[in-house]
């Protein structure tokens, strides 16, 4: 989609009731397209609705459980219904759990995995079907995440779905590129949403109200309109991977190039959070 053709889109966003996904609307609507808010949490999202609206914007609210059985069917019809044609996906849903693989229950693995994985690939693998017959233009995006490209401990099981995404739409990018399908993987730095909040309590642990890690230096840390910023340029000039860090970037190929350095780095890390978590578990016990 070149400048100035994104006015009258329509988008679906996933994982729309906060952080990245309402971001994301919000500039969505403020270049005037007409957006579909998906999420759990109805009332977030008929919240974000009425401030689209007042600016004058198009918002229509679908509450959804991306990981139910034909959640992504019932989406995409809705947003046909409502606006006549989908032009945007933005597969956004998804979550983490601060544990050691090894502490997972396969069910905690497979649930991870369908949530964010699964759920996201059937929706984009839909609605490029649809765009392939009805022979549409269209763009479909994964938030992926930095930890695509490497991982830090007990964050292992989320970054292995993360990088599935990263491999999935990398791929679809150019097998979709003959029917004018454009594809792109989001690949944020610790961001200062509930994310870290939510993964902490999952691995029971205290989050101590913090919306970032404590080993993220604060150089690395970002706001969701940064990133939905950067989703919009991805809009206007596609491209294959939306990054909102350059040295994070450039860090994961140098991980990648010298595995041995970032065992020595990662050991270190471990040591780290090893301690935090311990602190913040025994916070969490005596609440």
């Given at each position: 989609?070149?400048?100035?053709?994104?006015?009258?889109?329509?988008a679906?966003?996933?994982?729309?009731s906060?952080?990245?996904?309402a971001?994301?609307?919000?500039a969505?609507?403020?270049?005037?397209?007409?957006v579909?808010l998906?999420?759990?949490?109805?009332?977030r999202?008929?919240?974000l609705?009425?401030d689209?609206r007042a600016?004058?914007?198009?918002?229509?609210?679908?509450?959804?459980d991306?990981?139910?059985?034909?959640s992504s069917?019932?989406?995409l019809?809705?947003a046909?219904?409502?606006?006549?044609?989908?032009d945007?996906?933005?597969a956004?849903?998804?979550?983490?759990?601060?544990?050691?693989?090894?502490?997972?229950?396969?069910?905690?693995?497979?649930?991870?995995?369908e949530?964010n994985?699964?759920?996201?690939?059937?929706?984009?693998?839909?609605a490029?079907?649809?765009m392939v017959?009805?022979?549409?233009?269209?763009?479909?995006?994964?938030?992926?995440?930095?930890?695509?490209k490497?991982?830090?401990?007990y964050?292992?099981?989320?970054?292995a779905?993360?990088?599935?995404q990263?491999?999935v739409?990398?791929?679809?990018?150019?097998?979709?590129?003959?029917?004018?399908i454009?594809?792109?993987?989001v690949?944020?730095?610790?961001t200062?949403?509930?994310?870290?909040?939510?993964?902490?309590?999952?691995?029971?642990?205290?989050?101590?109200g913090k919306?970032?890690?404590d080993?993220?230096?604060?150089?690395f840390?970002q706001?969701?309109?940064?990133v939905?910023?950067?989703?919009?340029?991805?809009?206007r000039?596609?491209?294959?991977?939306?990054w909102?860090?350059?040295a994070?970037?450039?860090?994961?190929?140098?991980i990648?190039?010298?595995?041995?350095?970032?065992d020595?780095?990662?050991?270190?890390?471990?040591?780290v959070?090893?301690?935090s978590?311990?602190?913040r578990?025994?916070?969490?016990?005596?609440?």
């Amino acid at each position: 989609m070149a400048i100035g053709e994104l006015r009258n889109r329509v988008a679906v966003i996933t994982g729309a009731s906060s952080g990245i996904g309402a971001a994301t609307a919000l500039a969505m609507s403020r270049a005037g397209m007409r957006v579909v808010l998906a999420a759990r949490r109805a009332d977030r999202l008929e919240e974000l609705a009425a401030d689209i609206r007042a600016r004058g914007g198009e918002a229509v609210v679908v509450e959804t459980d991306v990981a139910q059985v034909g959640s992504s069917e019932k989406l995409l019809a809705h947003a046909t219904s409502a606006f006549g044609v989908v032009d945007v996906v933005f597969a956004n849903a998804g979550y983490g759990a601060e544990m050691a693989v090894h502490d997972m229950s396969m069910a905690q693995i497979r649930e991870m995995f369908e949530v964010n994985f699964f759920s996201a690939t059937e929706l984009i693998t839909l609605a490029a079907r649809d765009m392939v017959a009805q022979n549409r233009r269209g763009h479909l995006l994964m938030t992926s995440s930095c930890l695509s490209k490497f991982t830090i401990p007990y964050l292992g099981m989320y970054a292995a779905t993360k990088a599935a995404q990263a491999m999935v739409t990398r791929s679809m990018r150019f097998e979709l590129a003959p029917h004018g399908i454009e594809v792109s993987s989001v690949h944020p730095v610790s961001t200062a949403t509930e994310f870290f909040q939510q993964a902490s309590l999952r691995g029971g642990i205290d989050p101590q109200g913090k919306t970032v890690p404590d080993h993220a230096p604060k150089m690395f840390i970002q706001t969701p309109e940064q990133v939905a910023n950067a989703i919009m340029r991805c809009l206007r000039k596609p491209k294959s991977e939306v990054w909102t860090s350059l040295a994070v970037r450039l860090a994961s190929g140098i991980i990648n190039a010298f595995p041995g350095a970032y065992d020595i780095a990662l050991r270190k890390q471990a040591k780290v959070m090893v301690r935090s978590r311990k602190m913040r578990a025994n916070s969490l016990e005596n609440l």
